[in-house]
């Protein structure tokens, strides 16, 4: 260091900080998770800790979405034919996919992860329940569900966000379903349509090795997209349970429109490693775009002068998926 | 990657779920 040109020094120093202070940090987190496991051990409830400012904006500074995007990239390189078993049989090992379900089991199909990503299932590894008005749009855990209270969603439990940021306020005259509100809970009660209703949420978490495509959960209409570009950061239950309003955070895409009980609502949210959504009726989507300013949203409206329903979509009906990168 | 549902029903709607649970496409989630 004594005869190193200065400039070489000063090159060194930043990836030195780096590392030691990444280092300290994840140690950090490390020494916390294992006093939480003996408390847990001893019984005592832990309190959540949910990060603080300055943990959500480190978070929030990598650089995720490019990230998602050179991991998409890297996921759209055509392998040989010799090299596709081996890889997609790591990647099912690793994350417990049954190729058993696909519609098609040969790993020499899938030209590359996206498309194994992307598969599709045989039609009769997933009958449609006909007794239930609502059912689950993918496969997935179920991370919280039950009433919405005073415009917070419980994202996990304990942890919530906020409805009017999920949604968005809205700008549209034709679209009942957003109003600009003073307060929130005016904004929840303009969003139940009907005298003695209630509103209700489910979160579901797609894990890495799930089909990632999603259906319609119910019979219903869409009549509106708002699509908010965002960060890219995990969702895993683990992040969910640290980051408040972390879907408030994230990329997504908010369809809206009635049921035969009211207003009904679906969102797909993007996290690190998919980044991309999908819409099959809306060509126009495009998401997780190189540049977007921050705390936009871009609206679309599917209610035209020839078609005043919206987008029909029966229960169980493909509706769109997700995308490495 | 994550899905929400919002919506509204009447108060007796209910969910045939526990948290934390396995779901797969085509499960029932709930109903009145």
């Avoid at chain 1, 400039?7 to 030195?16: D, E, K, Q, Y």
């Avoid at chain 1, 696909?102 to 199909?109: I, M, T």
């Avoid at chain 1, 008005?133 to 942890?159: H, M």
């Amino acid at each position: 260091l004594h005869t190193a040109p200065v400039v070489r020094t000063f090159r060194l120093r930043p990836f030195h900080f780096l590392v030691a202070t990444g280092g300290g940090y994840a140690g950090y987190r490390q020494y916390e998770k294992y006093k939480e496991e003996q408390l847990e051990k001893m019984g005592i409830e832990i309190p959540i800790k949910l990060a603080s400012k300055w943990e959500v904006s480190l978070y929030k500074s990598v650089p995720t979405r490019l990230l998602s995007r050179a991991w998409g990239r890297l996921n759209q390189v055509e392998l040989p034919t010799w090299l596709r078993k081996p890889v997609y049989s790591l990647y099912i090992w690793t994350f417990g996919v049954n190729m058993k379900e696909a519609a098609v089991e040969d790993l020499h199909h899938y030209r590359n992860l996206s498309e194994f990503f992307r598969r599709k299932l045989k039609p009769q590894s997933r009958p449609v329940c006909c007794y239930h008005s609502v059912i689950s749009p993918s496969d997935g855990k179920i991370l919280n569900f039950g009433q919405v209270k005073n415009c917070e969603v419980e994202q996990v439990k304990g942890v919530t966000y906020s409805l009017e940021s999920f949604l968005g306020p809205c700008t549209s005259t034709e679209d009942v379903q957003f109003s600009q509100t003073s307060s929130c809970n005016s904004f929840q009660n303009q969003l139940v349509t009907k005298e003695g209703n209630e509103l209700y949420h489910c979160v579901i978490y797609l894990a890495p090795g799930d089909y990632h495509c999603f259906h319609s959960p119910t019979d219903w209409r869409v009549s509106h997209r708002r699509h908010f570009p965002g960060s890219l950061m995990s969702v895993n239950p683990g992040v969910a349970r640290w980051i408040k309003e972390l879907f408030c955070h994230n990329e997504r895409v908010v369809l809206t429109g009635d049921w035969k009980h009211g207003f009904f609502s679906l969102t797909a949210v993007g996290a690190t490693n998919v980044g991309s959504i999908r819409i099959y009726f809306d060509r126009d989507l495009h998401t997780n775009s190189p540049c977007y300013s921050k705390g936009s949203y871009n609206d679309f409206s599917f209610i035209t002068n020839n078609n005043k329903e919206g987008i029909p979509m029966r229960k169980g009906e493909h509706l769109g998926e997700f995308n490495l990168g | 990657s994550t899905i929400v549902l919002i919506f509204e029903a009447p108060k007796d709607f209910n969910f045939h779920l526990k948290p934390g649970q396995k779901i797969r496409f085509g499960e029932a989630l709930g109903s009145l």
